[in-house]
């Protein structure tokens, strides 16, 4: 099993919108900056959105800024993603990433990944 399990992700019309969650049973996310990423049927993984550790720093693809919010929860171990105005175009399965601030923006080493959540956006 991936040490990391989002979860949240269904169906929603355009326009709707949905939060998904990240957490790491048995792992403590306080340890990584965080990273969503996400990857279209016959698509290339894209990176979605990262924060780092503290939760200072986010950064947000070009593609979602403005209609995504990335944030996280120390007390409960969570990662957030906030999705608004959703589109068809943000249908995709949706992973977390865990590691350095660097590996959660880029998607390049990351030390844990998520098994995946489904993200429908259809009318």
């Known amino acids: 099993q991936p040490p990391l399990v989002e979860s949240g992700g269904g169906v929603v019309q355009p326009g709707g919108s949905l939060t998904l969650s990240c957490t790491g049973p048995?792992?403590?996310?306080?340890?990584?900056?965080l990273g969503w990423f996400r990857q279209a049927p016959g698509k290339e993984r894209e990176g979605v959105s990262c924060?780092?550790?503290?939760?200072?720093?986010?950064e947000y693809a070009d593609s979602v800024k403005g209609r995504f919010t990335v944030s996280r929860d120390s007390a409960k171990n969570l990662l957030y993603l906030t999705m608004n105005n959703l589109k068809p175009e943000d249908t995709a399965i949706y992973y977390c990433?865990?590691?350095?601030?660097?590996?959660?923006?880029?998607?390049?080493?990351?030390?844990?990944w998520g098994q995946g959540t489904l993200v429908t956006v259809s009318s």
């Open positions: 048995g792992v403590n996310l306080d340890y990584y900056a």
């Open positions: 924060i780092s550790s503290g939760g200072e720093d986010t």
């Open positions: 990433g865990a590691g350095s601030y660097a590996a959660s923006c880029s998607g390049r080493d990351l030390e844990l």
